[in-house]
């Protein structure tokens, strides 16, 4: 019999099989589904219990007339973001960030070369890959970097409960590129920083962008372990 608990057998195979999706089904979720999601990744750890985000989520009308709002954004108009984006990458992470991008265009067929092609893979960013929801996770100004960790944990907790829920989603951070554009759209306070975006529904699971997987760092990567 095993000595695993049941509660870590279910989290291991949620952890293993989520998956950031980048096609999705027109097909609507269901409010009260989306509803319970909210609630459940509001189960999140944060800094002194102060649960800074707070979230924007469109149904399918309102999702179609922000998805043209970002494209017209990328294709005519400059970006700006709340938070500073990366400096760079470097080493294991340039290379996992490589591996990643050619997984993907290997997948789609976009070929080493083809600008064209890539330029088109980037804008599904801002089609929200064809997904019927989108999420705006927005956090407390005055909490600075801080608040945008705790909304890392919310993400990760959305993520995994809509695996669990048999849905698709992915956490997209091109989208707080143009947090200016995002602002105006939902009428978002200045005492508000847009976080980043989570664009879910029900994943096309024929769709080859689906189908590819990412490698995660072996243990000996990423722990430092120290016994004095």
């Known amino acids: 019999m095993s000595d695993i608990p049941e509660a870590s057998i279910v989290l291991r195979g949620l952890l293993h099989d989520r998956y950031s999706c980048r096609a999705f089904r027109p097909d609507p979720v269901p409010r009260a589904v989306i509803e319970d999601l909210l609630r459940m ?20 009308p309102a999702t179609e007339a922000f998805r043209a709002r970002m494209m017209k954004a990328v294709l005519e108009e400059s970006g700006s973001s709340d938070f500073e984006f990366p400096s760079g990458y470097s080493g294991a992470r340039q290379e996992r960030r490589r591996t990643c991008g050619w997984q993907l265009y290997e997948a789609v067929g976009v070929k080493k070369g083809d600008r064209a092609g890539s330029a088109m893979q980037m804008l599904e960013n801002f089609r929200l890959f064809g997904a019927p929801h989108v999420a705006i996770v927005t956090s407390a100004r005055e909490l600075g970097p801080y608040g945008a960790m ?10 995994l ?3 669990a829920a048999g849905l698709g989603s992915i956490a997209q951070a091109a989208i707080a590129g143009y947090s200016d554009q995002v602002r105006a759209h939902f009428d978002i306070p ?10 879910f529904g029900y994943a096309d699971e024929d769709h080859p962008a689906n ?9 000996g990567e990423v722990l430092d372990w120290r016994e004095e």
């Open 41 to 60: 990744a509001g189960r999140a750890p944060s800094w002194c219990n102060a649960q800074p985000w707070e979230v924007i989520v469109t149904a399918a």
């Open 150 to 159: 705790d909304c890392g944990g919310f993400v990760t907790a959305f993520t």
């Open 161 to 163: 409960a809509a695996a």
């Open 190 to 199: 200045d005492d508000r920083v847009i976080a980043c975006a989570i664009s």
């Open 211 to 219: 189908g590819f997987r990412t490698e995660r760092a072996a243990l």
